[in-house]
């Protein structure tokens, strides 16, 4: 019996890629492909995107967006579990993060990695103590001194402390014991010392000498209850105060900038009896822009104990200077806002579709662009 081979499915393929091959080879060759390197972004509506990539936490990534069109500019590594900031003033990323020399395994490395901002390309790293806090993406793991000389990064061994970085000579300055405090809050004023939200209620204030290690430290009053109504570790910078919400929906403002921290106000979100039940939420639930006079909350309905980080139903928006709510809008399922430099706008994070929801304020409320962005985006700051 002679052998049906066009019943053979590896063979019919096979005779298929050949002929395929010898119909391209009749043809005349492709064009030489030819490298280019893209131009610096121009952009200066950008925001830069934290993305914890949860499901392959050692490949973070720091997205860049085009806040104006909505267009995808670029991406910077992260590696695991890295924290960034802007530093505007010298255009520049500066990112804590580590790697395992194995992937998965392997000896590891802590490394503070600088980043020029706008072509994306990498300057300089400096190595740092493996005790960073590998944590999700929240304003105050790291931040930088006012002046830009110190950057400090957050440890947790699980012994809380901070890594203070001489950024002026690239190398590592002290390591400075917080036990009982969390997070870092630094003053626009001065540049030798910063804060800390302490489990006690009190916030801890570290100044730091000319070589930056630990000159003195000052303990505040109980400035907040812990049990009963929690701050998100969250701070929105206005000078030297820094605005928090509470669990309970409730602002309060804290000044850094003397030698010891100081409760300068304090209201409620609630004003009114219908917004009862309702809680703030999120990684990044404030925003504030001194500037208008305007701060914006993530909100939810029926709020309970755990319910401090569910998605946003609406936003809320209240004028700082009558504590009154001017503006309800969708919550776009947001888990974090960041205002824009001029105020005119408000970026939010919908954590359910991975999408950047840029929004125009005024006249009223209204969607400019929405861009899907990574895989678990977390935390927005604005160029």
């Known amino acids: 019996m002679t052998p049906d081979f066009s019943r053979v499915p590896c063979l019919s393929c096979a005779v298929a890629v050949l002929g395929l091959c010898l119909s391209f080879g009749a043809r005349a060759d492709l064009p030489t492909e030819r490298v280019t390197v893209a131009p610096p972004i121009s952009a200066e509506n950008r925001v830069y995107i934290a993305d914890i990539a949860i499901n392959n936490i050692a490949d973070g990534k720091l997205h860049v967006v085009d806040t104006d069109t909505g267009k995808y500019l670029g991406v910077v590594g992260s590696g695991f579990t890295g924290q960034h900031v802007v530093n505007k003033a010298s255009r520049e990323l500066i990112i804590a993060t580590g790697y395992l020399s194995r992937g998965q395994r392997g000896t590891r490395t802590d490394i503070v990695e600088v980043w020029d901002a706008d072509s994306l390309s990498f300057k300089y790293e400096v190595i740092i103590p493996p005790k960073r806090a590998m944590a999700l993406n929240y304003e105050g793991i790291v931040r930088l001194s006012a002046d830009g000389r110190w950057f400090f990064v957050q440890n947790a061994t699980p012994a809380s402390s901070v890594t203070v970085v001489d950024m002026k000579n690239r190398k590592v300055a002290a390591e400075i014991a917080t036990p009982g405090c969390w997070a870092i809050y630094v003053p626009a004023s001065r540049s030798d010392r910063f804060s800390s939200l302490c489990g006690d209620g009190t916030v801890s204030t570290v100044v730091l000498n000319s070589s930056g290690q630990q000159a003195s430290r000052a303990v505040s009053a109980k400035l907040f209850d812990p049990d009963k109504d929690p701050l998100f570790m969250q701070g929105e910078e206005d000078g030297d105060t820094y605005h928090f919400v509470s669990y309970l929906g409730n602002i309060s403002s804290i000044a850094i900038g003397g030698k010891t921290a100081r409760l300068i106000g304090k209201w ?40 401090h980080k569910n998605p946003a139903e609406e936003i809320w928006g209240f ?65």
């Open 268 to 307: 409620s979100l609630l004003t009114e009896a219908a917004d009862n039940g309702w809680r703030p939420s999120g990684y990044q639930p404030l925003a504030v822009h001194p500037g208008t006079g305007r701060l914006y909350v993530t909100m939810h309905s029926n709020g309970y104990d755990g319910s």
């Open 319 to 383: 004028d700082m200077n009558s504590k009154k709510r001017v503006v309800r809008m969708p919550g776009y399922d947001s888990i974090a806002l960041e205002p824009s430099n001029d105020g005119k706008r408000l970026y939010a994070i919908d954590i359910m579709k991975a999408e950047l929801v840029v929004i125009d304020l005024r006249p009223t409320p209204t969607v400019h662009v929405k861009t899907q962005i990574g895989a678990v985006p977390i935390q927005i700051e604005a160029y």
